[in-house]
């Protein structure tokens, strides 16, 4: 009996390297998930952005936030700013400007376009590479990965303005 157990706890230890080798997938690179997180708040912001009609646009919880559009201008404007910076080639955003749905969500494709090229344009090679950020120089990784914090804290917002509206958001849609 002992010696069955010796054998059997013997055969499960040379066994398990082998069962591992099969079912380990690698991690994607820290460039690669950074890409992935930014994909995934960006899909979430444009959809919110479509879900809200016309008129939700104006809406403010209180008096005091700023309304739905201003959020939308706010991504819109931030994104641009981080992004063309961390191209090395800045821009002057002007989404805040903007009132109406057409107007804001086409200023926030174009910072979303900003932001797919600094996306694109990150490397394992470079993303230790100094950049001009919001508050200094950082490294062009650290700017995009904070884009992304940023992005999902302002999508947060919008995501409860939506629900006040009674509209479900995109992150709480069922998943196909």
């Known amino acids: ?3 069955s157990l ?3 706890a013997a055969g499960i230890f040379l066994a398990c390297p082998l069962f591992a080798q099969g079912q380990t997938a690698q991690a994607p690179s820290t460039v690669d998930a950074i890409r992935q997180y930014y994909n995934g708040v960006k899909n979430n912001i444009l ?3 479509d ?3 016309d008129d939700g646009y104006s809406f403010k ?3 005091e ?3 739905f559009g201003g959020w939308v201008a706010h991504v819109a404007d931030a994104q641009t700013a981080g992004c063309s910076r961390a191209l090395g080639t800045p821009k002057t ?3 805040s400007s903007k009132t109406t749905k ?3 969500v086409a200023a926030l494709k174009d910072s979303f376009d900003t932001c797919d090229a600094a996306y694109a344009a990150l490397t394992d090679a470079n993303a230790n590479d100094s950049v001009q950020s919001y508050r200094g120089p950082t490294t062009r990784l650290a700017a995009l990965a904070g884009n992304v914090i940023h992005d999902n804290e302002c999508y947060g917002s919008m995501a409860v303005y939506l629900r006040l509206k009674g509209i479900v958001p995109p992150s709480s849609e069922p998943r196909r």
Do not use: F, N
Request: hydrophobic share 45%.
């Open 1 to 3: 009996m002992k010696r």
């Open 6 to 8: 010796i054998m059997l």
């Open 47 to 49: 959809k919110a952005a």
């Open 51 to 53: 879900k809200m009609p």
């Open 61 to 63: 919880p209180t008096a």
């Open 65 to 67: 936030q700023r309304d």
């Open 93 to 95: 955003p002007s989404a």
């Open 102 to 104: 057409a107007d804001l």
